[in-house]
């Protein structure tokens, strides 16, 4: 089973909501577990699930289906929200104010009471399945006037303020994932804290356990930790020479540049 590490009542509130038919709103920053949190759930309510990377591009068609030209003619393919629908299961739509507002006021009948969701080209008004459940989430930190969720769409959903975990938590998370000893997941941890303290300073976004995972992997695979922490860490995070090498300082002052 995915293997998530709770940091609250996260997985008590879900399942409270997926018993009641709501929609499920998460919030919160890059790499901090949203995505396999939902997986988690997904797995531990026995349900399948249906990820969505949702983007500009995105259309309605993309999510409900469209039809298609075979050997014998056209024929109807549902989408992944209307496969969903009609088994089920959990829907996740993954940073979903990328999305066109064109597709998503597809979601609001499936995010009230009336659980249903019209598919105008096959003249289907399909009913949820008993275990359907949309799930979507985004990140805050990327919100802009013109990308923001409307307030007629958030209201619909319960929602949950995901966050990085505590220190304690992380590490545990960490040597979990990447197999490394309690050592490292602490140094790598405590790094990320002297990051994070950064981020409204010189980065757009904070150091995520998504990002101390890949390091720990590379760590563990040999690679000198100095080198790990530049290409698993520091680089993705700022493009900016100046900003790397900053970055990179604090690296030092933790692991040292004997490796260098």
Same mark, same amino acid.
């Given at each position: 089973?995915?293997?998530?590490?709770?940091?609250?009542?996260?997985?008590?509130?879900?399942?409270?909501?997926?018993?009641?038919?709501?929609?499920?709103?998460?919030?919160?920053?890059?790499?901090?577990?949203?995505?396999?949190?939902?997986?988690?759930?997904? %797995?531990?309510?026995?349900?399948? @699930?249906?990820?969505? &990377?949702?983007? !500009?591009?995105?259309? *309605?068609?993309? /999510? +409900?289906?469209?039809?298609?030209?075979?050997?014998?003619?056209?024929?109807?393919?549902?989408?992944?929200?209307?496969?969903?629908?009609?088994?089920?299961?959990?829907?996740?739509?993954?940073?979903?104010?990328?999305?066109?507002?064109?597709?998503t006021v597809v979601l609001h009948p499936l995010a009230d009471d009336r659980r249903e969701?019209?598919?105008?080209?096959?003249?289907?008004?399909?009913?949820?399945?008993?275990?359907?459940?949309?799930?979507?989430?985004?990140?805050?930190?990327?919100?802009?006037?013109?990308?923001?969720?409307?307030?007629?769409?958030?209201?619909?959903?319960?929602?949950?303020?995901?966050?990085?975990?505590?220190? %304690?938590?992380?590490?545990?998370? @960490?040597?979990?994932? &990447?197999?490394? !000893?309690?050592?490292? *997941?602490?140094? /790598? +941890?405590?790094?990320?804290?002297?990051?994070?303290?950064?981020?409204?300073?010189?980065?757009?976004?904070?150091?995520?356990?998504?990002?101390?995972?890949?390091?720990?992997?590379?760590?563990?695979?040999?690679?000198?930790?100095?080198?790990a922490c530049r290409a698993g860490l520091i680089e993705p995070l700022s493009d900016d020479?100046?900003?790397?090498?900053?970055?990179?300082?604090?690296?030092?002052?933790?692991?040292?540049?004997?490796?260098?």
């Amino acid at each position: 089973m995915t293997f998530y590490q709770p940091v609250g009542n996260e997985v008590e509130l879900f399942s409270a909501a997926a018993d009641n038919g709501l929609p499920v709103l998460i919030k919160g920053p890059t790499g901090c577990g949203k995505t396999r949190f939902v997986r988690y759930m997904a %797995e531990k309510l026995g349900r399948p @699930v249906h990820t969505v &990377a949702c983007h !500009d591009d995105l259309t *309605a068609s993309d /999510l +409900v289906g469209r039809h298609l030209i075979g050997p014998d003619g056209t024929y109807w393919q549902d989408g992944p929200l209307t496969r969903a629908v009609r088994e089920g299961g959990i829907c996740y739509l993954d940073e979903v104010v990328e999305a066109r507002k064109d597709t998503t006021v597809v979601l609001h009948p499936l995010a009230d009471d009336r659980r249903e969701l019209p598919i105008e080209r096959t003249g289907e008004l399909l009913q949820a399945a008993p275990g359907f459940m949309l799930v979507v989430s985004y990140n805050p930190g990327y919100q802009s006037l013109l990308k923001g969720m409307k307030p007629s769409t958030r209201q619909r959903f319960v929602s949950m303020s995901f966050d990085y975990p505590k220190p %304690e938590t992380e590490q545990v998370i @960490v040597q979990q994932e &990447a197999g490394c !000893d309690s050592d490292l *997941a602490k140094q /790598l +941890v405590s790094l990320a804290a002297s990051l994070r303290k950064l981020k409204d300073h010189d980065l757009e976004e904070a150091a995520s356990t998504r990002l101390l995972i890949h390091t720990a992997y590379l760590i563990r695979s040999g690679v000198p930790a100095i080198e790990a922490c530049r290409a698993g860490l520091i680089e993705p995070l700022s493009d900016d020479a100046v900003t790397v090498n900053a970055l990179m300082e604090v690296v030092y002052a933790l692991f040292g540049q004997s490796e260098e």
